[in-house]
Each structure stands twice: as structure tokens, then as C-alpha cells.
């Protein structure tokens, strides 16, 4: 929302936005997909981990390199990192990339003439997609801190998946929780934005409840069902 | 929601569905009850185990002709899966069929010619119904997958149920809780689809609330209650 | 709400609700006393113990009488049972009589000329004041199930009360859990309770805020503050 | 948001809140200092705690004395403990008193010409750093209740601040729970006011989203983004 381009912006910025938008929604994947090798990765299958580590940095430095473009061709200098604070925390918290997977959807949308989803329905596919994709990443993040720390609870990847899964829609049973410093944190992070997220698709899903039983109602109780 | 008849549909599937409306709806309690029964019965109880399989295998069958048939009537072929979604879920998955007892309600509501409840309160039953019979479906479902289990810590069916209640309503204290993973992805399931229930619930009530007291402020402070 | 006079209510109904409402609410407050009386004195306490049971024995038979008249001048039978359904509850569970406290308070008010509270304040107030009536009847309850119970964490009032805070907020820490199944009835009602009221308070207020900051724009920005 | 000068309210008075507007506030920011150094400062570590106790001393000294005159300036009498009762809450349990920041910061903000804000982006912000600063203060608070309790899961501050987010998110994971009578007074407080505020934040995000959208849609489809 934050990288909508202004009728300030130049011209060229927004070439080089559209121009690298699926080249940078492959490199999120990529990006994801190499985290997850190299945390799920058995220590012992070192090829595989080492590949993921160059994915990991490849797409990371492909990541700077368009954030020092964008930088160049806004013409506002430092201030970018101020308009567009969003793409700055992305640029550092690699992870949360592929939320861009919204934007192209959007993207992708908005070319076709008409939406094909409601209001509420396109509020809780995006919050519901963004909490699946901070989940995982969560997940793969939480693992990684918590997999090999004395007394951990959070033992397998599927644990971590458990342990997000019940995190997000704040049920909190107690059976796998983060105990080192690094996992709390982002266990603190996913409960703040995961909590948001999810009161969106509650309440989204709510107003389309309601939606749904007017519009019952003004169709007329003698219509067949 | 998604099985509703549209203009474009052939006379013959809304007939076919008009008269397997409650057939359907029996056949659902039975499958609920025979799955109740297999999952319950203690080991020894071997006829009645063995009817209670009968009948779920025999619902079933039952299920997919109508699936079936629907299929042909509609003249859709397999595109019949994606519009009915929600109707190939609850073939897969039938211990989510007596939501189908949603529809009959809302049928017959529409047959007589005033409904009742209010908007609010018809959307607090229709969220709160559903979650119940959610609530009770994953309780069985979880007694099913956890209760012989190495560690397990719902070892009755009323663990189970008492897990579904502080599942549901997100308390989750922790003193039961699912260890299989079939146990957890039913876990999930119960979790994402009661939080957005509840939530149709609580904010309906809410709504509601406010709306009652802004009636009696209309009314005026004068008269007696 | 649901026992709001019609116009075809007899008169002497509404008379006999009127005579009837002060001391029914000393009534309730004094079962709430004798039954927190007879839960919390010490086993040796004989005497307090059984003034404590005499009371609540009284009480509940004034409701039981008051029931009865009630029946009879509204002329309507067995039906007063349908249309009046939670004075039928209220008889059967006397624990939830002091809602009753928010009829009169809601009656007093009417009688002044102008409500002093604005509308979501009203609701915030009548669902948390029944959230705090509710949490305690229910510490009460679980306190009277729970402390003699093998292997309960619930051993204490103040153990109830706190319980009943965490339940309430639906946090669940899983530090005091209700073990036996009188104790996990109540918290489940408590739970669903709990949760539309509390539900109710937080959307309320939510409302309100929004409201408070759209006035502050439109005092707009120059006056002080 | 009681403080706000009504047209009866004295000029002095008024005059006395835009002066100590600022030294109040850094009064606020000088006790939490010196509570949080008090209560995190080493046993042996003695001249600082010292400093850290003179320091809380003269500041509530200081709201003390400007409570004072505020009452005397008024022209109210006791009557005004009851129309500013959130000043005298605060006098009290001076740990929220930084709750000042937001008056401070709305103060700042209508002194420009125009907010920068969206209406739910301020009940946002506003919601959102009064339960960071509560969590704090119930941190700093409950770590001092608990952290020489015997059986007490909170030892460490860090433990208190991860505390403090499960309990304001309510996931309750229950592996850090206070035990004292008055770290659970302290958490019940922080539950019932958290709940409230990040309802607020949840409902305002849900409204901004929906909003969003909802402008989306306005702008048309064909515009790229």
C-alpha cells in the first residue's frame, strides 16, 4: 500500500516497478524456499544446505540491489526510506517478502476487468493469505531458534507448524512454547500482527455473515432454496 | 451458500435437490450417529461396532450417488467441483454434513412466511449452531485420533469435549491437548473455523446490544418497564 | 428483556412487577450472599453454615412463589414458561438472579429524565457489570465443585476468582483448571457467556473511540485542549 | 479525556494545565525511570537504588502538589475527585501516568494545522501505545510482586515482558504466570483493560482494511498500481 506511486513519482520509477514485479515475486519464493532448505535441511546433507545459503543471498543481494534502484529513480533520496518504510522493513526482515505475493494478486486483479470476489471476501483472502504466509515464515523462524536450545519444547518443524497454528488464533495451550530470547521475539511479533490479521477475517467474515442474511431477507421468504 | 440454484440450472437438479433435501438431512444425523457409535463403543461391544460401521459405509455410498447424480443433472461436468466446493468438502469430509441441517432450517424458516428471529439473532444462531456441531464433530474426530495415543492427554470423550469447549472459545488451558498430528490437523481445522464463527457470534451479539438500547432510547425515559 | 410487559398483559401482571422488583433484588442479593456464605465458611462453622443454607432456601422459595403468581396474572399457562424463558432459567440456576441488579438499575434510570451515559458507555456498562456478576457466581460455583476434588489446582476462593479472570479474557494460562465434570460444566457456560458479553464491552468501546476521535476533528484543530 | 475544560472551568485553572503540560510529562518519564530502575537495579547495587527511590518520591511529590492546586483552581471541592476521577486513578497508581504521552501527543497534534492521520490510524496509534505502555508498567510491576515469590515462573524481567505479551494478546501459554495475591491483581488489571484496547486496535485495523478496499475499488480497475 505504501509503494502506490504518486502523480509526483517519476515516470521511470514506476517503468522499473512494473518491470521487476514478477522477477521480484520469483526471488520472494526463491528467497523462501532456500530459508526453509536451510533450516529444514538434515545437518548432514551439506550440499543442499549450501545451496540453499547461496539462494539465500543471491535473492537477498537482488533484493538490495532493486531497493538502491528505487531509491535512485524516486528522485526523494533519504526520504524513501521514510515513504516507503514498508519496502524498508521488507529489505530487512527478508521473510516477510513474500507479503509482495498480495500485491501481484492485486496486480494481477486489477487487469481483469472485474473483480470476481465481494468486499469482505477480497479483505479476509488477503489477511487470511498474509497470516498464512507470516505463520510459516514464523514457523521456519521459530524452528530455527528453538530446534537445539536446552529445554526446548519446540522439537520438530511440525511442532513449530503446531505452535503457530495455535499462536495466531490465540488459543495458547502451552505445549510448545519459545524459550530462548530469539524465539519469543519472534513469537512477539507474530502474536501482535497475527492478532490483527485475524480480527480483520473475524470481522470481515462477520459483516459478510450479516451481508449475506439481509440480502436473504429482500430476496423474500417465498423463493425456493 | 454455494449450492444455490441459478438461473442457468436445468429444471431437473433443483428438482432432484428439492427431493433429497430430507432424505439428505437424515442420512447426515445417521452418519453422525454411526460415527458417534463406531468411535464410542467400547472394544468388546463387537455387533454394535460393526452396525455402526455399516451405517456410516452405507450413508456414505448414499452421499456419493447423490454427488453423482448431481453431477449429471447439472450438466456441468467437472466444473460442478469448483462451483460446488463447498459440496465436494463435505463429500471428502462428512463429518461436516449435518450442516446441511443449516440449509433444511433456512428452508423451512423461508416456507412460512415471517421470520421470527431478527437479522442478528438468526446470524447468532446459524454461527452458533454451526460451531456446536463443529465443536462436537472434532471433539469425535479427536477422541478417535488421540485416545489410545502413547502421551496422550484426552483420554475420555469427555476430554475431548471439554477440549472442543476451550478450543472454540480460545481459553485453551493446556490441560488437554491433541499429540498425533491427525489429532493436531483436526485441531487446526476446529481452530480457524471456530474463531470466525465465534466471531460472527460475538460481534452479531454486540450489534444486537446496541441495538436494544438504542430502541429503548427511542422509546423515551418516561415510559414504566 | 424478554419479560418487557406486551399491551395485552393483564394489568395486575404489571402490578405485581412493579411491587415485586425491589424486594426480588434484596431477595437475589441475599441468595448470592447466603450461597457465597455456605460455600466459603469453614467446615466447623456449623451455625453459619446452616443460617447460610436457610436463607438460600428461603430466597429460592420467594422466587418459587413469585414464579407461580407470575404464571397465574399473566393468564397465559404453560406458555408464560416459552415467552418468559429466562425467568425460567433464572428460577432453575439462582446463581444468575442478580441480573436482576441490571433491571432495576436499567428501571431507575428510566424513571430520571435523561440518561447520563451515552449509548456504548450503557453497554459497556450493563456487559461488563453482567461479565462481573457472571465471573463471580461462577468462581463461586467452580470454588464449591472443585476444592475437595482428587488432584484439583483449584483449591482456594481467591484460586476461583482468578481462574475466573483468566477465563473471562479467555488468556487460559492452564495454572488453575477445573478438573471434575460439575466444574468444567459451569466454566463452559461461563465461557460462552464470557465471551459474547466481553465481546460486547470490547466492540463497544472500539465504537466509542472511533466516535471520540471523529468528535475531536470536528471541534477541529485550533481549540486548545 | 475527564480533564477537558469544560466553558465553566476558571481561566487560571486552565492556564495551570497548558503550563505544567510539559513538566508533567517529563515528570511521568522520570518516574517510570526511576520505578524501573528501583525495581531492576541489583540488591547490591545501592546508591542507584537509592537515587532511583528520591527520585520516585519527589516526582509523585510533584503530581501530588499539582493535584492540589488543580483542585483549588477548579473552584469544585471534593467534587472534583469525582469529574476528574481518571486524574485521581492516576495520582493513585502514578505507573500510568505516562498515559499523559497521549494527551500530550493529541495536544501537539492539533496545534498543526492539520492531522496527518486517518481517523482508525489514530485510534490505532493511540490504542496501540496505551497498551505498550500498560504492558510495561504490568511488567516492571508484576516483576517486582513476583520475582523472589517462592514457585514463581517470573524470575527474570525479560520473563515479565514476554508475560506481558501473552497476556495482552491472551494467548496465555501459562509458562510464565504470576502466583502472589498481588502480581495476579496486577494481571488482572492489565487483562481487562488490554482486552479492551486491542479490541480497539483490531476493530479499527478491520474498519482501515475494509476501507481500504473499499477505496480500491473506486478508484476502477483499469488504473495501475
Not at 498464512?132 to 513449530?160: C, M
Not at 507448524?161 to 530469539?182: F, H, I, K, Q, R
Request: include cysteine; proline fraction near 5%; charged fraction near 15%.
Amino acid at each position: 500500500m505504501s509503494a502506490q506511486p504518486t502523480d509526483s513519482t517519476p515516470l521511470r520509477f514506476s517503468r522499473w516497478e512494473q518491470r521487476t514485479e514478477v522477477p521480484l515475486f520469483v526471488a520472494s519464493l526463491v528467497f523462501l524456499l532456500g530459508y526453509a532448505g536451510r533450516v529444514l535441511a538434515p545437518h548432514d546433507a551439506e550440499p543442499w544446505r549450501d545451496l540453499a545459503l547461496i539462494l539465500v543471498c543471491c535473492t537477498w543481494l537482488f533484493f538490495a540491489v532493486d531497493f538502491v534502484v528505487r531509491i535512485r529513480l524516486s528522485g526523494q533520496g533519504l526520504r524513501f526510506l521514510h515513504t516507503h518504510w514498508l519496502d524498508t522493513v521488507v529489505l530487512v526482515l527478508p521473510l516477510l517478502r513474500p507479503l509482495r505475493l498480495i500485491r501481484l494478486y492485486t496486480a494481477l486483479q486489477r487487469r481483469r476487468a472485474q473483480p470476481r470476489l465481494s468486499l469482505y471476501a477480497r479483505v479476509i483472502a488477503y489477511a487470511g493469505m498474509t497470516a498464512l504466509l507470516l505463520g510459516f515464515s514464523a514457523a521456519l523462524a521459530v524452528y530455527h531458534q528453538e530446534h537445539d536450545a536446552p529445554g526446548a519444547t519446540i522439537r520438530t518443524f511440525g511442532d513449530a507448524v503446531w505452535w503457530a497454528c495455535e499462536t495466531l488464533t490465540t488459543v495458547g495451550y502451552g505445549d510448545a512454547v519459545p524459550v530462548t530470547a530469539g524465539g519469543r521475539t519472534v513469537a512477539a511479533g507474530l502474536m501482535v500482527c497475527g492478532l490483527a490479521l485475524l480480527g480483520a477475517v473475524t470481522g470481515s467474515f462477520s459483516s459478510w455473515l450479516v451481508q449475506v442474511f439481509t440480502r436473504e431477507d429482500e430476496k423474500g421468504p417465498t423463493q425456493s432454496g
